[in-house]
């Protein structure tokens, strides 16, 4: 049942784009309604914090599945922006998230910044600064359980954010690395404090063990306040404190690129077309496409001839799961149950049963608790007049979901 006829004719590419399509789901009342509002009181920064959460469209609370989760700063401001960039890019590119858009529109500078600064831009500052290593407590204490214990999510976490944003995930990075699994900064404040965080990464990127995880940064086009002269070829030649934003960016990722044995899987881009307020949509495309690179499905090509034989898709299917598996470190289906599915109907259309009987079974094997999936391969078995185990499959099919269909169609087996 549920055939996808897109697949058997337009293959499997187009299935996926047809995925991501679903993602943009949205509300009939509006073009756009994203992220629910909710709080969680804080004892580390003593107040509410608000945080708007995002589930994946595909979510429904009967199947119990957990996703990857990104933690976005600023995220009354950028949640949007995410939840579109996975609209669009989850299915091929990247996994399906749960996307939590943290509050920072109070006490920015204060919760942001890893070191307290009384001159800034030249100028007094009186202001709060210099907690961020609060606030790092605050996400791993306090609001990343609270995600957990309410929200569908797994323990492999993603960390997002701009301007001071960025600077702040990149000092989560060096601090505690183990928080968080992928490291997003857009357009970092790295100049903060006479350029700090240069000198504390020089010293732990080169000594620690960064090992699974992912970092993006990314630097945006104006690279001097006042001269559009200053090109990315000579920006490092400028030593006036109008190009300090943009060097002490290229400065880090120098110092990154030189500790390559430290297992961090780096990528760095620029650009030129783009202001500090507009890099932020090309970045997020760009940064989770390149941080979740190992996530795109290959050999598609593969899926999509009738000449491919089985046991080379079993092998492109397992070695998948175990591809995800390893970066995931739980399991993850590698196909989403439809894909299989229509590949089983696919493969039966065009007589080829075994292939059909296979993409079948790992519908099942990713999917136990899917009543569809067993009544698939009912179907199949009864293309192929077996009606024991037709009947077999249909009785599990109701068995997990009680519906009259199934019940129906068991009667209508056992007559024969």
């Known amino acids: 049942m549920n055939r996808i006829l897109v697949c058997l004719a337009l293959g499997v590419g187009l299935f996926f784009q047809h995925l991501a399509y679903a993602q943009t789901g949205q509300n009939p009342e509006y073009l756009q309604s994203v992220g629910t509002l909710d709080s969680v009181y804080s004892q580390k920064l003593n107040e509410y914090r608000e945080i708007y959460v995002q589930l994946p469209s595909s979510y429904n609370p009967s199947q119990n599945k957990k996703y990857p989760v990104a933690f976005v700063l600023d995220g009354e401001m950028f949640l949007p922006t995410v939840h579109n960039v996975l609209g669009f890019y989850s299915g091929g590119f990247m996994p399906e998230m749960v996307v939590v858009g943290i509050s920072n529109a109070k006490h920015r500078v204060r919760d942001l910044t890893p070191s307290k600064v009384t001159e800034l831009y030249g100028m007094p500052f009186n202001g709060a600064s210099g907690e961020a290593d609060n606030f790092i407590a605050f996400l791993e204490t306090e609001l990343i359980p609270f995600v957990e ?15 001071y ?8 990075l060096l601090s505690n690395s183990q928080l968080f699994s992928n490291y997003v900064a857009i357009d970092p404040s790295l100049d903060w ?9 020089e010293e732990k990127l080169s000594g620690a063990d960064f ?3 992912s970092l993006f940064v990314s630097l945006g086009g104006q690279l001097h306040m006042q001269n559009p002269e ?16 943009a060097r002490s960016n290229i400065m880090f990722s120098e110092i990154v690129k030189k500790s390559s044995n ?5 990528d760095w881009k620029f650009y030129p077309r783009d202001l500090h307020g507009t890099i932020v949509y090309p970045s997020l495309m760009d940064g989770l496409i390149s941080t979740f690179q190992w996530f795109q499905m290959e050999h598609t090509d593969k899926f999509n001839s009738p000449d491919t034989s089985k046991e080379e898709l079993y092998s492109i299917v397992n070695y998948r799961a175990e591809k995800l598996k ?10 989403p149950e439809d894909l299989f599915n229509a590949l089983g109907y696919m493969s039966m259309d065009m007589g080829q049963m075994e292939k059909a009987k296979m993409f079948l079974q790992f519908a099942i094997d990713f999917y136990p608790t899917s009543a569809n999936a067993y009544d698939s391969m009912a179907d199949y078995y009864e293309r192929n007049n077996d009606t024991a185990n037709a009947l077999q499959f249909v009785a599990k099919a109701y ?18």
Request: charged fraction near 20%; proline fraction near 2%.
């Open 399 to 416: 068995e997990i979901s009680g519906n009259n269909y199934h019940k129906e169609r068991m009667e209508v087996l056992k007559k024969g």
């Open 193 to 201: 404090d006479h350029q700090a965080l240069l000198i504390d990464a």
């Open 211 to 213: 090992k699974g995880k």
């Open 165 to 172: 944003g960025g600077l702040f995930t990149l000092h989560t």
């Open 230 to 245: 200053v090109t990315i070829d000579n920006v490092m030649q400028d030593t006036t404190d109008f190009t300090l934003f």
């Open 326 to 335: 390893e970066h995931f470190n739980y399991v993850v289906a590698p196909y």
């Open 149 to 163: 214990s309410k929200y569908p999510v797994t323990g492999f976490r993603s960390l997002i954010g701009h301007s």
């Open 262 to 266: 430290n297992g961090l899987a780096f």
